[in-house]
T-cell receptor, first 116, second 115 residues
Framework: AQSVTQLGSHVSVSEGALVLLRCNYS??????LFWYVQYPNQGLQLLLK??????LVKGINGFEAEFKKSETSFHLTKPSAHMSDAAEYFC??????????????FGQGTTLQVKP | DAGVTQSPTHLIKTRGQQVTLRCSPI?????VSWYQQVLGQGPQFIFQ???????GRGNFPDRFSARQFPNYSSELNVNALLLGDSALYLC??????????????FGPGTRLTVL
């Protein structure tokens, strides 16, 4: 069965510092992987997705993630944190091929705090 | 263009009651999925509907049911509410069933509190 594990429920960085949020996956087939961001009292917004094209995926707001099959990882990075990046971040994997649906399996989430 | 809309925004119910949550997908989207997000956890898949038919169901009891209407809007019903049903209920729409390819657009959610 597909699953994702986010390492670190809380990450704190200074404004301008590198952001690194970790995600490891388990999948029986080449996975489709996603990073979502959730601001307080809002729904989820897609940052980026990997669907077996380029291993380095660029997303919105300066975020990018690298798919590493050998490490079963899909870590999210941003070179320079901004105060507006403070939010909850979720890594997710598509449930294919277990179910022929758009079902996403989410990690527990990582809260990013950005200090001035 | 309007995004995914959900109503109501907040809801307070007592144990044993029934609740109906509503979702309107983005125009042109034919698939609606429902997720439950308990505080401090990631969203958990409840249902997916596509072209008015149930296409997927998560590990939730039969107290949870849903339907999709001809205009592709959807309702999620929860009967015999338990304290543990308190959560943010998210609706997501996509053009097709998705299968990981189509982007799923999420609404702002309905915050359900069961007392």
């Amino acid at each position: 069965a597909q699953s994702v594990t986010q390492l670190g429920s809380h990450v704190s960085v200074s404004e301008g510092a590198l952001v690194l949020l970790r995600c490891n996956y388990s999948s029986s087939v080449p996975p489709y992987l996603f990073w979502y961001v959730q601001y307080p009292n809002q729904g989820l917004q897609l940052l980026l997705k990997y669907t077996s094209a380029a291993t380095l995926v660029k997303g919105i707001n300066g975020f990018e993630a690298e798919f590493k099959k050998s490490e079963t990882s899909f870590h999210l990075t941003k070179p320079s944190a901004h105060m507006s990046d403070a939010a909850e971040y979720f890594c997710a994997v598509s449930d294919r091929p277990s179910s022929n649906t758009g079902k996403l399996i989410f990690g527990q989430g990582t809260t990013l705090q950005v200090k001035p | 263009d309007a995004g995914v809309t959900q109503s109501p925004t907040h809801l307070i119910k007592t144990r044993g009651q029934q609740v109906t949550l509503r979702c309107s997908p983005i125009s042109g989207h034919k698939s609606v999925s429902w997720y439950q997000q308990v505080l401090g956890q990631g969203p958990q898949f409840i249902f997916q509907y596509y072209e008015k038919e149930e296409r997927g169901r998560g590990n939730f009891p039969d107290r949870f049911s849903a339907r999709q209407f001809p205009n592709y809007s959807s309702e999620l019903n929860v009967n015999a509410l338990l304290l543990g049903d308190s959560a943010l209920y998210l609706c997501a729409s996509s053009i097709t069933m998705g299968q990981g390819i189509d982007e799923q657009f999420f609404g702002p959610g309905t915050r359900l509190t069961v007392l």
